[in-house]
């Protein structure tokens, strides 16, 4: 025993009882054991397979952390027999949150600092806004300091967001209706993922719904949803340097460093004031069981900001070691566009030797593919899951492995394009375009089997755990390889009648004028969205894992508060 004294072992027993969990993922009272003398609160962890279990635990403070962990067989056998699941002593982690908390919610120098420069900002910002609603700025030819004052004007920003005008044509306005529909896949499939970070109510039947769940195939689908953004940028690069090279001049290194430059002063903005908030401020905002996770975050920040801010964070280091491990999709994107011109200006010179590059590259990014998960024997069953550093680190996040979408993209675009240019297009793409143009019944075709390939895919990720036991290496392998092009290349055939001006139906649809102001948010919501879920997840203690066709914040306002059916 810890305490000898029989009073205070009397009363710290009593609160022990009542603050520390009593049952496997029951936190326990963290609040009232960390306020009570004598006493401190201690977190038991362990992952196992997806899901992190929990167990709270209310400790004398006689008692250190290395006593408690003298009894860990005891510990882990409970886990096992309350959870139904295998748990080795070696694999609990056990912690002190409050102790870690209380250096976590402290004003750093830097957060100080950090602070001061946003607050300048911000009252820049409403100084321009002020200058613009007065009209101080507005004249037929301003200069260039009211130009650059005029970009921080909340006015002037708000119009270009919310602005509907069909500036550019029509037919590509369908791509925000698929950009949006993506995001929100995208957002939804990671709400599911991010719910497995907080204790589950209701684990042992959290496999079951995992595994067995019809509707997370949607979520397991996701994989693909972010390879549809590969398509997209492939699609739209292409078409913004085909008519950059469309004049010869252009065709200089000059040109190449301007636009690349251009992308990253887009794009590194966001990176960077999402960056400083990770690392000084999201520690701040938390005091709960699983808050200091938040620390890993930052730590992860504050040793990768050069790799982030060189867009190179998925080479330098692994998937769970980048600062804010969502990031990596632009770190891909960026990557991807930095080939691109080298892959259209051939095409632009002379349209054979451009045919060639694409294809070579094609054949290229997918042979790595092959190459890699073979090599790794890769598969995506959550039921027999492979080494998950090896498949996010190795494959996953890698710009050759996921350069095939997007170079589909790519040669989309040129085929669109050859097909619409009747003068001067290739025979073959000029011929498949009259007839989809002119066959109501070929355009239909083409709706049908890009909606049944695209649909087929989803499927097979509920197939790939529902018969586990049939899925040899080599179909895992191939599952990974080919639900990527094949999907995108179901999107395809969906969007080729409207993007040839036919398709009017889905064009009133996906081009509808509200999606325009939504597709140009689509990017900040990319990289806010994992945050907010992070914000609201430390602030819970226990949820109950729902059907992830419902938004997040739906499902935790419906199920922290749903009672669990008794079993009969």
């Not at 694999?91 to 300048?120: C, H, Q, T």
């Not at 280091?317 to 600062?323: D, E, L, R």
Request: hydrophobic content about 45%; some cysteine; proline content about 5%.
């Amino acid at each position: 025993m810890c305490i000898r004294d029989r009073y205070q072992r009397r009363v710290h027993g009593v609160k022990t009882l009542a603050y520390s969990g009593k049952k496997v993922n029951d936190i326990g009272a963290y609040n009232e054991c960390k306020g009570s003398k004598g006493l401190y609160y201690m977190l038991v962890s362990v992952n196992i397979r997806m899901f992190n279990v929990h167990l709270g635990l209310c400790i004398p403070q006689e008692c250190p952390i290395e006593v408690v962990q003298e009894h860990k067989g005891v510990i882990a056998k409970t886990i096992s027999k309350f959870a139904d699941l295998e748990v080795k002593p070696e694999d609990l982690v056990f912690s002190d949150p409050a102790e870690k908390n209380k250096k976590l919610n402290r004003w750093s120098v830097g957060a100080i600092v950090v602070m001061a420069v946003v607050g300048l900002l911000v009252a820049w910002e409403l100084l321009a806004t002020v200058l613009d609603y007065n009209g101080y700025l507005n004249s037929t030819a301003p200069s260039p300091l009211a130009k650059f004052i005029l970009c921080f004007s909340y006015q002037k920003n708000a119009k270009g967001i919310l602005t509907v005008g069909n500036k550019v044509d029509q037919r590509l306005e369908v791509l925000n209706g698929v950009r949006i529909l993506v995001m929100w896949w995208v957002v939804v499939a990671h709400s599911f993922v991010m719910q497995l970070l907080a204790p589950l109510a209701n684990l042992e039947d959290a496999f079951d719904s995992v595994l067995n769940s019809f509707f997370l195939a949607t979520i397991k689908a996701g994989t693909v949803a972010v390879d549809i953004f590969f398509f997209l940028s492939g699609f739209l690069a292409a078409l913004s340097f085909t008519q950059i090279f469309s004049n010869p001049e252009a065709r200089n290194p000059t040109t190449f460093l301007r636009n690349y430059l251009k992308r990253y002063i887009r794009l590194t903005p966001m990176v960077l004031v999402l960056m400083l908030y990770t690392i000084f401020f999201q520690p701040l905002l938390f005091d709960t069981p699983i808050s200091p996770i938040s620390q890993v975050a930052a730590d992860n920040c504050s040793n990768h900001w050069y790799e982030t801010l060189l867009y190179v964070g998925n080479f330098t280091s692994g998937f769970m070691k980048m600062c804010n491990p969502w990031v990596w999709y632009l770190f891909v994107d960026i990557q991807l566009y930095l080939i691109t011109p080298f892959l259209i200006l051939p095409y632009c010179i002379k349209k054979k030797a451009g045919y060639a590059t694409l294809l070579l590259a094609c054949v290229a990014a997918f042979a790595t593919d092959i190459a890699i998960c073979c090599y790794y024997n890769l598969n995506l069953s959550m039921s027999r899951p492979p080494p998950m550093k090896e498949y996010f680190d190795n494959e996953y996040i890698k710009p050759y492995c996921r350069a095939f979408p997007y170079l589909i993209g790519m040669v989309f675009f040129i085929f669109t394009k050859e097909g619409t240019d009747i003068q001067i297009g290739n025979e073959v793409c000029v011929s498949v375009k009259n007839k989809v143009y002119h066959s109501k019944l070929l355009r239909y075709s083409f709706y049908i089997a890009g909606i049944i390939i695209m649909s087929a895919l989803i499927c097979t990720f509920y197939l790939l755990d529902k018969y586990k036991d049939g899925w040899s290496s080599s179909l895992g392998n191939a599952h990974i390889i080919l639900t990527r092009p094949l999907f995108v290349i179901g999107l395809a055939l969906v969007l080729y009648p409207v993007l040839i001006g036919r398709g009017k139906p889905l064009l009133a649809v996906l081009g509808h004028f509200i999606f325009g102001p939504m597709g140009r948010l689509t990017y900040g919501i990319y990289m806010v969205h994992v945050p907010i879920y992070y914000a609201i997840i430390f602030n819970l203690s226990l949820i109950h894992i729902s059907e992830p066709t419902r938004p997040l914040y739906i499902s935790y306002a419906v199920f922290c508060l749903k009672k669990k059916k008794k079993k009969k």
